[in-house]
């Protein structure tokens, strides 16, 4: 196990990062310009709304220590390939979900670090371990923008070969994303057993304001109900591994998953039990 979290966790990161990257071209990140107000309203719901209502949900509950930080470590994470997938199942906006998921994973070198800092300070105080900000976020940039700029890259140079392996390398990722949370929950059973009346509800919560409040805020202001969907999905769905990675970071060298990362385990399992039916919801929408 502890090759696992060791090794194999930042390996199947990285290799999550470069399946999104290989579906990217350019144009995904200039499209940011083309439509800013779509892209705009769902930058804000994840870099602000997002840990705000997650950390509103952490306070609502009473959740302190290591559990209450995991839950805003998982706030902090962007989407990842599972996001965009679940777009196109919910007839969204497939173009801004990937350039949503493409921006925020790179500004999530800066993002990460500053708000695990922020939750470190807020629920344990004296008692939080040293957090290097500047080392943290090298991590992030090695982890997340360094694959994604290579699989971005390597479709630049092979579009035909890149292109015609992205399918199967984005169901590797999800494949590689569940047995990474399987592995997750295996190591922590007992931990997880003991925090779920705990943490279960705080994430069902979270999930479903972050889901309503993504679809409910671009509607306000006169997006459309497609760009809507697609920014729900990508306000609720997040990159679990990544969570888990960065608790992993906190207690390097310790045996086994820690309580850092048991709310992006659990939320792997969580999601699918909201995004499902919401994935019905928006389909029937139209």
Not at 23 to 32: A, E, W
Not at 96 to 109: D, G, R
Not at 193 to 208: D, Q, R, S
Request: charge should be positive; charged fraction near 10%; proline fraction near 5%.
């Amino acid at each position: 196990m502890d090759i696992l979290i060791s090794v194999g966790l930042p390996i199947g990161l990285a290799f999550i990062m470069f399946s999104l990257g290989v579906g990217l071209t350019p144009g995904d990140f200039l499209r940011v310009g083309q439509r800013p107000g779509a892209f705009f309203v769902g930058a804000l719901n994840q870099m602000i709304l997002l840990p705000l209502t997650a950390f509103f949900c952490v306070r609502l509950f009473g959740l302190t220590g290591e559990i209450a930080v995991g839950v805003m470590i998982l706030s902090a994470c962007p989407g990842g390939v599972t996001s965009n997938i679940i777009a196109r199942l919910a007839r969204g906006d497939v173009a801004l979900s990937v350039s949503l998921t493409a921006v925020i994973s790179l500004a999530s070198v800066v993002t990460v670090p500053l708000i695990l800092a922020f939750a470190m300070a807020s629920f344990m105080g004296a008692d939080a371990p040293a957090v290097n900000i500047t080392a943290t976020a090298l991590t992030m940039f090695a982890l997340t923008v360094v694959p994604i700029c290579l699989g971005v890259g390597l479709r630049h140079v092979f579009p035909g070969p890149i292109s015609r392996a992205e399918p199967h390398l984005a169901r590797a990722a999800t494949l590689l994303f569940v047995l990474i949370i399987s592995a997750a929950l295996a190591a922590s059973w007992d931990l997880f057993i003991a925090n779920l009346p705990a943490l279960g509800p705080v994430l069902v919560l979270l999930l479903t304001l972050l889901t309503a409040i993504g679809f409910f805020v671009p509607r306000l202001i006169g997006r459309t109900r497609v760009e809507a969907k697609t920014i729900s999905i990508e306000t609720g769905v997040q990159n679990g591994t990544l969570g888990i990675a960065i608790a992993a970071l906190l207690v390097e060298g310790a045996s086994g998953f820690s309580a850092y990362a048991l709310a992006s385990a659990v939320y792997g399992i969580v999601m699918y039990l909201i995004i499902v039916p919401v994935i019905f919801v928006y389909r029937r929408m139209d």
